[in-house]
């Protein structure tokens, strides 16, 4: 698996995934914000990786569990959750094979960086929104199918400017709002916002914008 080759360099700020690390803090903030406070709620993370997000979400005291499809990037988010004191439930597991077990609901779920990576958008999103109670949160981070997204997220972050690993996104997988937007609606989930997530050069970081060509954020609610 790809990230099962990256998994040495999910906690190395200037390493190959140093990107996350960068948008990190904008796109929790922008989570936490639309979620209310996470104090006592239940957030699962899908596509967790080595638990940036993750981390970031039981620090702000949610009750986090995160799956991922690579052993070896749960195996290095378990390790860094101890080394940080923090209790977060890891599995190595897909949202389908979370579904099937039944059990209690999630107040908010992530596909944050995760959705232009599956084969199958609309059964990943179907066991998300299956995942969420009623009400709860649907909080999703993306890249948009526009050729401006293309020539920044592939061209130069990938082969220029070497941000991300080279071959990490294919032009094929990204998703236009309007279709991530009709796909939940189908689900039972209706987007309430979705916002351009932009890099501002005077301020030297990620800032959220109205500017969607390339990445986006935003979240829905479960239809109750």
Known sequence: MKFDELSREWWDPEGKLGALHRINPLRFSYFKEKMEGLEGKRVLDIGCGGGILAEAFAKGGAEVTGIDLSPLSIDVAREHARESGLTIEYRVQSVEELVEEGGALYDGVLCSEVLEHVDDLDALL????????????????????????????????????????????????????????????????????????????????????????????????KNG
């Open 126 to 221: 179907k066991s998300a929104a299956a995942l969420l109670k009623k009400g709860g949160h649907l909080l999703f981070g993306t890249i948009n199918k526009t050729v401006r997204a293309r020539f920044y997220a592939i061209f130069m972050a990938e082969r220029v400017l070497g941000m991300v690993p080279p071959d990490t996104h294919q032009y094929e997988k990204f998703i236009r709002p309007s279709s991530l937007v009709a796909i939940l609606r189908r689900r039972g989930v209706t987007v309430e916002e979705i916002k351009g997530m932009t890099y501002d050069i005077l301020k030297g970081g990620f800032v959220v914008s109205d500017k969607t060509e390339v990445n986006y954020l935003g979240y829905g609610l």
